[in-house]
């Protein structure tokens, strides 16, 4: 009889543990709360984690109903769920990570961790569109050492780059938080100050950086821990008062002045979309559509060279003319950062008068390009 009893413990406990790692749906930490795994298809967002820690995202805010999912150490394109209930919508917001130490220490009152979170980084989610743009987490996250950022301003957020403005993400001071505190390892880092926003007059995500004044490179700061140098205060009060300010994109603003109804922007075969998943214009229209840059290491190109660009109803699209009266084809162009490039599209497909043509390229002053950020 004891034996019988024994084998039916074992087994008892057998299950429960199953049960466990079944219902937590984590291959890597079997009784954490938190889902690690990643979703190759239906995912909101995509992170690279170059740091050693396991982390745990929220959308915004350190509540339990913003919890978006894990992201173990070194993880490469790791896609957290897309949980319907968060991404109702386009919009962009401070993605704010923990580490699994951190959130199994404070779960119970998260708001502890509000000033002093393992770091933040600037994410945008579009619903009806594309999501592949991953985002990036430095190595050197995660040490003893303290970097305190200053944003004074309730308006403008701060992503901070390493090495350059198309660097790995440090953090991320969002508006309305005074100091942002990050933790780093020993070592040397020169940072650099982005700030980006979803514009939702143009419909795009929009990526600004400051220029040291009288040249062409980033601003930045440069930063050192270790030999008894344990903290240091980066203050961005009067950035923006003291610097002029270029991007890394370009922008195409086609304006619609067919007779035929909507048309579409395409290059080759693909098809451009504003953020929120839209794809025609309406006659009488304007529509902004943002080109970005080619990343090489830690810097945005100057340029890009495009090619086959295409305007029209669905199956009726024309190439871009050499202008209003030359109808000799543009199979490439080369677009230039910080300009914008107006596309007239007139005529109609049902008679075949729809021509394309670019009517307007302006040079967006810096004055501009910085706007009320």
């Known amino acids: 009889m004891f034996q019988i009893l024994s084998l039916a413990a074992i087994i008892l406990l057998y299950s429960c543990d199953l049960f466990i790692s079944v219902s937590s749906g984590n291959n890597n930490n079997p009784k954490s709360d938190v889902d690690f795994n990643s979703y ?28 978006m999912g894990g992201i173990p150490a ?18 962009d917001f401070p993605m704010i990570l923990l580490t699994e130490e951190q959130y199994n220490t404070h779960k119970d009152n998260l708001n502890f961790l509000r000033n002093t979170p393992f770091t933040r ?25 303290e970097l305190k950022i200053i944003n004074a301003s309730n308006s403008i957020n701060v992503e901070l780059r390493l090495g350059g403005v198309a660097g790995e993400t440090l953090g991320y001071a969002p508006a309305g938080i005074l ?12 940072i650099f100050p982005v700030f980006k926003r979803y514009n939702t007059f143009r419909d795009l995500p929009e990526t600004v950086f400051p220029k040291g004044t009288g040249s062409n ?13 344990t903290s240091a205060t980066m203050n961005l009060k009067n950035l923006l008062q003291t610097t002029t300010f270029t991007s890394g994109t ?56 495009v090619s086959n660009w295409r305007f029209g ?8 003319q050499q202008d209003e009266d030359d109808s000799t084809e543009v199979t490439t162009l080369t677009i230039e950062r910080d300009k914008m490039y107006t596309v007239t599209v007139t005529g109609s497909h049902n008679d075949n008068s729809l021509k394309a043509w670019i009517s307007n390229i302006t040079i967006i002053p810096s004055e501009d390009i910085a706007g009320e950020w």
Do not use: C
Not at 77 to 89: A, E, I, P, S, V
Not at 222 to 228: A, D, K, P, T, V
């Open 313 to 320: 109803a669905t199956g009726f699209e024309v190439s871009l």
């Open 217 to 229: 490179y980033a601003w930045f700061e440069s930063h050192s821990f270790g030999e008894n140098t």
């Open 121 to 145: 980084v600037y994410v945008f989610f579009n619903k009806n569109g594309d999501n592949s743009v991953v985002y990036e987490i430095a190595e050197g996250l995660g040490g003893n050492n």
């Open 74 to 91: 070194h993880a490469q394109n790791h896609g957290l769920f897309n949980n319907l209930t968060l991404f109702d919508k386009t919009e």
């Open 179 to 190: 100091e942002t505190t990050l933790k780093l390892q020993d070592g040397n880092y020169d």
């Open 250 to 305: 370009a922008w195409v603003v086609i304006n619609n002045q067919t007779t035929s109804g909507g048309i579409r922007f395409i290059s080759g075969s693909h098809v451009y979309t504003t953020a929120s998943g839209l794809t025609n214009i309406m006659n009488g229209n304007i529509r902004t559509f943002q080109i970005d840059m080619p990343k090489v290491g830690t810097k945005y190109e100057d340029s890009v060279v």
């Open 40 to 67: 190759n298809t239906n995912y909101s967002i995509l992170v690279r984690n170059n740091s050693g820690e396991r982390l745990v995202a929220f959308k915004g805010d350190l509540q339990d109903d913003k919890l």
